[in-house]
Nanobody, 130 residues
C-alpha cells in the first residue's frame, strides 16, 4: 500500500508561483513513475506532468498548456515528487492530484493516461486570481 500526501497548494495572483509537494510512503519510491493531474470544477481530471525512468534515463512529460511554466522533479531520498508552477494563470485553477504507478516506466502516451497509476493522493487546491 502506498500513501500519497500533497501539500503546497493555495491562493496566488496571476503570474505568481507555487510549489506542490507529494510525499509518498513505501520503500521502493524510486521505482515508481509519478504523475500530476488536475481537475477543475465541472471538468474531467486531466494530465499535467509525469516523471518516468527507463534504465538510467529519466524522462519528464508535460501537457502543452504548462510546458515552459511547470517543472516536475523528484527527490528519492525524501520520497517526494514536486511540481514547480511558475507564471500561473487563472485557468490553472484546479485541485491537483499526485499519482504513483508501481511501474517505473511509462511512455509519453501511457504516462498521460489515468490507467497506469495505482495510487492517488487526496488533492491540493490551487487557486489563481486574475
Amino acid at each position: 500500500q502506498v500513501q500519497l500526501v500533497e501539500s503546497g497548494g493555495g491562493l496566488v495572483q496571476a503570474g505568481g508561483s507555487l510549489r506542490l509537494s507529494c510525499a509518498a510512503s513505501g520503500r521502493t519510491f524510486s521505482s515508481y513513475a509519478m504523475g500530476w493531474f488536475r481537475q477543475a470544477p465541472g471538468k474531467e481530471r486531466e494530465f499535467v506532468a509525469a516523471i518516468s525512468k527507463y534504465g538510467r534515463i529519466t524522462y519528464t512529460y508535460y501537457t502543452d498548456s504548462v510546458k515552459g511554466r511547470f517543472t516536475i522533479s523528484r527527490d528519492n531520498a525524501q520520497n517526494t515528487v514536486f511540481l514547480q508552477m511558475n507564471s500561473l494563470k487563472p485557468e490553472d485553477t484546479a485541485i491537483y492530484f499526485c499519482a504513483a504507478a508501481l511501474s517505473a516506466r511509462c511512455s509519453a502516451d501511457e504516462c498521460k493516461d489515468l490507467t497506469p497509476y495505482d495510487y492517488w493522493g487526496q488533492g491540493a487546491q490551487v487557486t489563481v486570481s486574475s
